[in-house]
């Protein structure tokens, strides 16, 4: 009574929103998802409390990687080394389910 969905996609050379497991239609989570140079920003919606991880693509970087989550240091693996030099990410986010906070379900990754 457990079953598992994949979203597949190529990975292209600018960052990207892969995926979470925070719900099940691969995508229908996400608020806004911005991206610069160096710099990516994620804003899920938060009208209540979810847990899990966050797939993210950044292309090659040599520098340090920094993520910060609600507003906080938060914590990544590399989870995937693409052979062009980017990097799959997995993050781990926590919605509190607080609507009026608009760091609340917000990830964003300096590199």
Not at 59 to 76: C, D, L, S, W, Y
Request: aromatic content about 12%; glycine content about 10%.
């Amino acid at each position: 009574h457990e079953t598992e969905i994949f979203h597949m996609k190529p990975i292209l050379d600018r960052p990207q929103y892969v995926g979470s497991d925070i719900h099940f239609t691969c995508g229908y989570e996400v608020l806004s998802f911005r991206a610069k140079t160096g710099q990516i920003d994620v804003t899920f919606k938060n009208y209540c409390r979810r847990s899990g991880y966050v797939f993210l693509y950044i292309p090659q970087t040599h520098g340090e990687i920094r993520a910060t989550v609600n507003q906080k240091v938060g914590e990544f693996e590399v989870i995937a080394t693409i052979p062009d030099g980017g990097r799959v990410l997995r993050v781990w986010l926590t919605i509190r389910g607080k609507k009026k906070s608009e760091h609340d379900g917000r990830i964003t990754l300096e590199y």
